[in-house]
């Protein structure tokens, strides 16, 4: 199976049983987004989206976030792993975007990640979901999976490694769309321990399944 076929097996599998696939984080606008994002590193959606809605009820927005103190926001995300950084990171964020950037988040990947608490990961996420721009934000389960699947190169050993060969290899109008669907493989099926092989339509093209 040539590189070109398998991506078009894997693209054609998710078009037909994951057409809609999209963030599981809840958010109302870009700013709300990129908080929750913030909050998810190392943590996941589901905690989360536990913990936003009171933050937003708070700080309804990037001018409210910018004007507090460590003190009076830790306690709303003192059950998210990492707190004490987050909070500086959600602070020095909001206080940027006000001063720099007139408050409005920014939407490049470049301007993006000039913010704390903001790495190529998230402003990925961002561009993505908020704009719909062809960028591939990969993380464990992305990493993971693409490598399972034979879709990147056992070689590829860092996450920019991983994005530029997805990217090459995706069309675009769809990669904004493949992230998603990477990432709920990985979260739902394929599984970094005990994965769900038995229960994968993907298994006729997966190295991993048939090493194992």
Known sequence: MTKKERYQ???DYFQKHTPEAETELVYDSPYELLVAVILSAQCTDKRVNLTT???FKKFPDVYA???TNFDELF???KSISYPNNKTK???GMAQKVVNEFNGKIPMTVDELVQLPGVGRKTANVITSVVDKQPNMAVDTHVFRVSKRLGLVSQSANT???VEKELIKHIPENLIHKAHHWLILHGRYTCLARNPKCDQCGLRAICIYFKKS
């Open 9 to 11: 097996f894997v693209i």
């Open 75 to 77: 306690p709303f995300i």
């Open 89 to 91: 990171h959600l602070i």
């Open 53 to 55: 809605p009171a933050i």
């Open 65 to 67: 976030l910018s004007k």
């Open 159 to 161: 996450p920019l490694a």
